[in-house]
């Protein structure tokens, strides 16, 4: 059984500039969802994506979007970077049936963690 | 608007002494509780959630709705329990899970 997996782990870029974050989720998962981490907090959330779909989204603006793949696999791209984006990424899978997510169990990645000079 | 609450960042026990890890909650209607733990250099991982009412490496948590608190707790603790540890009620249409800011335990020997 394989994990879920994060790319990069690592990366830097300055601000107004674009980035995207890869996630891999876990065998026989079909839900992945991404909270922002900021140092010294606990993770936020960011969105959850089920069926290629948004399925719920926090209080994050729009320049911070998503794609899930026919495989489960998704990306989170965040444009316009500003300083305050720099925190570790975290992506998340789970099993959610017809939709209904299933509570609380989810499987973290390693994370990415995004530095913007 | 839907909060929780760890009132320890850091917290330092000895070895066998008990530990108890704050959480206290605010939130509308009846949500799932959680704890969530991240060791040393791993990812963070479920440790357990109240719906189940089991005892997890010797860790059990009470959910308390009268005093909306979901506090952590253990006998005695073990050097291998120093770890972050994260409060997270699950709500909302995705069920997500909104964390506390953690509490870094620390077992001394």
């Known amino acids: 059984e394989t994990g879920v997996t994060q790319s990069p782990t690592h990366l830097i870029k300055t601000r107004g500039q674009q980035v995207t974050l890869r996630c891999s989720s876990q065998?026989?998962?079909?839900?992945v969802s991404w909270y922002q981490q900021a140092l010294g907090q606990g993770p936020q959330f960011i969105f959850q994506y089920y069926r290629e779909e948004e399925n719920g989204r926090g209080n994050f603006p729009p320049r911070f979007s998503g794609l899930q793949f026919p495989n489960y696999s998704s990306e989170l791209n965040v444009n316009a970077l500003e300083l305050d984006d720099s925190a570790l990424y975290l992506c998340?899978?789970?099993?959610?049936?017809?939709?209904?997510?299933?509570?609380?169990?989810?499987?973290f990645g390693e994370g990415s963690r995004l530095t913007v000079l | 608007a839907q909060r929780v609450t760890q009132p320890e960042k850091l917290l330092s026990v000895f070895k066998g002494a008990p530990v108890e890890l704050k959480c206290n909650y605010s939130?509308?209607?009846?949500?799932?509780l959680f704890w969530y733990v991240q060791y040393s250099r791993q990812r963070l991982q479920l440790l357990l959630r109240?719906?189940s009412r089991e005892s997890i490496k010797g860790f059990t948590a009470d959910l308390n709705k009268g005093e909306t608190s979901f506090h952590l707790k253990k006998p005695f603790a073990q050097e291998e329990d120093s770890a972050m540890y994260y409060c997270a009620p699950s709500s909302g249409s995705a069920r997500q899970l909104t964390f506390g800011s953690g509490t870094q335990l620390t077992v001394l020997p």
């Open positions: 109240h719906i």
């Open positions: 998340a899978s789970s099993y959610s049936l017809f939709g209904l997510a299933s509570a609380g169990e989810l499987f």
């Open positions: 939130y509308s209607g009846s949500p799932e």
């Open positions: 065998s026989g998962h079909n839900t």
